[in-house]
């Protein structure tokens, strides 16, 4: 596609659910991002993937948060027994190769949990 | 942790006016890069100026750094109604397998017509 795609755009799920986020990269883009935002706030870090592994994974907040790339391409991140400080836009992005250029995000998925 | 830190965190101006934005960061970086966001969704590229770079020009837009104060300013000139949003740095380091783009808090920009 043109750009990086995120669904779903809106979630709202209940206390203690698990839920899963898609991420659609730019195709050819090797390196994939995922970010989690609050309102007010800037993006924040939490996981970084080069090809299918997940070189840099130090900003996942705990062992509820997992996010798998199996083929390169699309990302999944799970979120399991989700907390209501789950809640915020996850926002994925993706850029070519190893050296930092450009990321391009996507329109990212508000999650909310009630 | 957020290592960018931007100053003003608003900023209100009259169309035509020029913009200044600050960033301040702790560690050493690689780049450093500012983002627009409009409606607290997806972030827009606007310019990166790597570490050995003062300054770098694209349209209106001109960012400089002084890494010796760890530091970079975004000036957006001649603004427009449209340049309303919030405005991010975003800090890069390039150390072993980490490729974080660390974001500030942001400043959020109101061009009034």
């Known amino acids: 596609g043109a750009g990086v795609s995120q669904t779903p755009s809106n979630k709202v799920t209940e206390k203690g659910k698990y839920v899963e986020l898609r991420c659609d990269p730019i195709s050819g883009h090797t390196a994939l991002y995922w970010y989690r935002q609050s309102l007010g706030q800037g993006p924040e870090f939490l996981i970084y993937?080069?090809?299918?592994?997940?070189?840099?994974d130090s900003g996942l907040p705990n062992d509820r948060f997992f996010a798998v790339r199996p083929e390169g391409s699309v990302s999944t991140l799970k979120i399991q027994r989700t907390e209501r400080g789950d809640s915020a836009v996850y926002l994925c992005a993706s850029s070519l190769g190893q050296g930092y250029t450009e990321a391009f995000f996507g329109q990212g998925t508000r999650l909310t949990v009630v | 942790s957020q290592q960018g830190e931007e100053d003003p965190q608003a900023l209100s101006i009259q169309e035509g006016e020029n913009a200044t934005m600050n960033c301040s960061y702790k560690?050493?970086?690689?780049?450093l890069q500012w983002y627009r966001q409009n409606s607290g969704r997806g972030l827009v590229h606007l310019i990166l100026i790597r570490s050995n770079e003062r300054e770098k020009h694209s349209g209106r837009l001109r960012v400089t750094l002084d890494t010796s104060k760890k530091s970079s300013s975004l000036l957006i000139t001649a603004s427009r109604a449209a340049d309303t949003a919030s405005y991010f740095c975003a800090t890069c380091r390039l150390s072993g397998s980490a490729r974080q783009l660390t974001f500030g808090s942001g400043t959020q920009l109101t061009v009034l017509p």
């Open positions: 993937f080069q090809g299918t592994g997940a070189a840099d």
């Open positions: 560690t050493s970086i690689n780049n």
